[in-house]
């Protein structure tokens, strides 16, 4: 597996406070703001020391260009950030921060993106995975939205289209719903989008989507937006019903050329931005499932690109297991961490509702 990795990552600063608002200065130690240069940090290390080493090649990412990103974006979207973090930065939304230097990291985490994809497209690689932040997914075509900026998965999506694959598909698995990634695509029948995540409705005028089943697209893109949305404390076994029932069966019908996974670890028992239950097995049961969906529909073709994951330790290990799934190497880590108990039916009625939605367009059970 190819890691697509550039330090400007690391130069993108959030700040603190309390948690991701800003800070009251009523308390002595504020909190680094969750979205912050250090829990990638921690991905970086384990991937280098952790037992899956040997199994990387490191390679450098680079930036994006501001045409490279107009494929996707609105060109006076993509001018406004520029000029915002040119002119000394600010807050998009209580919870979105951009300092000076945050133009470079940016551009580096949406080219770290492209150039994972490029690296399969161009067969030097099977499976790349993007290890970038800012993070993407809820970045619209000109909105901003919970951390993201520009939409790196989706940028990578459209990419393998721009080159010739006639279907892509965007599988998600942060724990929040993939708004933007689902705004960019919505009327649209070449780029499938699935995303799991736990229930939480729709948060404000950057987030005007629900992520409920019934936002299915529209126009040529009705019943290629698939959005599984999951009851908060869904665990291990609610997550891989998921899979079975929705995500691996509407794959194989849509038969994609390739598969974009939007990698996140915020849906783990210990994350303090989200509520399920996920453990490290969870995660690897993900990338398998995963590795041997993009091995039976697209010659292993599979772009990784990271998203959330804000346990700063405990993130970074699964990202490790994540991976493992993806290679197929069987558990190679421990978790360091208490098993927190999953009942596997406990999202049943979710799986349903989707199930009564998308099953209009996908034949499922």
């Known amino acids: 597996m190819d890691v697509f990795w550039h330090p400007s990552v690391l130069d993108h600063d959030t700040g603190s406070g309390v948690f991701e608002a800003a800070d009251t200065g009523l308390i002595d130690t504020p909190e680094l703001h969750p979205e912050n240069a250090e829990r990638v940090r921690n991905m970086h290390s384990v991937l280098e020391r952790g037992p899956i080493a040997g199994h990387l090649r490191w390679r450098d990412g680079r930036e994006a260009t501001e045409a ?48 994972a994809a ?19 997914h809820h970045a619209g075509p000109a909105m901003t939205d919970g951390y993201c900026f520009f939409n790196n998965s989706g940028l990578a999506a459209q990419l393998a289209r721009d080159r010739g694959v006639p279907r892509v598909a965007v599988v998600d698995w942060d724990v929040h719903h993939g708004n933007g990634t689902q705004a960019c695509f919505y009327d649209r029948a070449d780029v499938l989008t699935i995303s799991l995540h736990m229930r939480h409705g729709s948060w404000g005028p950057s987030h005007p989507e629900t992520g409920a089943p019934d936002e299915l697209g529209e126009g040529e893109g009705r019943g290629y937006n698939i959005n599984v949305e999951l009851r908060p404390g869904s665990g291990d076994g609610a997550y891989m019903a998921a899979f079975q029932r929705i995500v691996l069966p509407v794959l194989r019908q849509f038969e994609p050329g390739l598969i974009v996974g939007a990698v996140g670890q915020d849906a783990s028992a210990f994350d303090p931005n989200g509520r399920q239950n996920v453990t ?48 197929g190497t069987g558990p190679l880590l421990d978790d360091p961490l208490a098993f927190m108990p999953d009942d596997p039916g406990h999202a049943d009625a979710d799986l349903d509702l989707v199930v009564s939605h998308a099953g209009r367009h996908w034949e499922l059970e």
């Open 118 to 136: 490029r690296a399969v497209l161009d067969g030097e690689t099977e499976v790349a995975y993007a290890l970038v932040r800012p993070p993407g």
């Open 68 to 115: 490279q990103l107009a494929v996707l974006h609105d060109p006076d979207y993509i001018a406004s950030l520029r000029r915002t973090c040119e002119t000394g930065g600010g807050r998009f939304s209580s919870t979105t921060i951009v300092s000076p230097a945050s133009w470079i990291p940016m551009l580096a985490a949406a080219g770290g993106a492209l150039e």
């Open 280 to 327: 490290m097995a969870g995660f690897r049961a993900i990338g398998d499932a995963l590795r041997r969906a993009a091995g039976e529909l697209c010659g292993g073709r599979l772009v990784l690109v990271q998203e959330g994951g804000y346990a700063r330790t405990y993130a970074a290990y699964c990202l490790h297991t994540t991976l493992e799934g993806v290679l």
